[in-house]
């Protein structure tokens, strides 16, 4: 079983920039099919930001942070990232890093969640 521990929110003005970590231990990330990058503002659902397939490294996005953000991953590090540039008042939320044993991005797909970290984006 792999424990994953976010870090790098905080708050920001529109426009700057966050990066965001997830390091997992427990068992190495590449034991896993996919990483991904989740988040939830008050009163919303959780929605997927962003995933990556671990052994090919390649990344999907959600349509509202494309050309914004970029996952990406380090093996010997065993850590996820995800770079925020550009950011919005509307990308406020708690981003939650997981890891699936299956392919996809949907929510019920993925397995092991970390604690969450908040991020604010003032106007």
């Known amino acids: 079983q792999v424990q994953l521990v976010e870090s790098g929110g905080g708050l920001v003005q529109a426009g700057g920039s966050l990066r965001l970590s997830c390091a997992a231990s427990?068992?190495?990330?590449?034991?896993?099919?996919?990483g991904g990058w989740f988040r939830q503002a008050p009163g919303k659902e959780r929605e997927i930001v962003a995933a990556?397939?671990?052994?090919?490294?390649?990344?999907y996005y959600t349509d509202s942070v494309k050309g914004r953000f970029t996952i990406s991953r380090d093996n010997p590090k065993n850590t996820v990232y995800l770079q925020m540039n550009s950011l919005k008042p509307e990308d406020t939320a708690v981003y939650y890093c997981a890891a699936s044993r299956q392919y996809g991005t949907e929510f019920s797909k993925y397995d092991y969640w970390g604690q969450g970290t908040q991020v604010t984006v003032s106007a």
């Open positions: 990556i397939s671990w052994s090919a490294g390649i990344p």
């Open positions: 427990g068992r190495p990330f590449n034991t896993y099919a996919m």
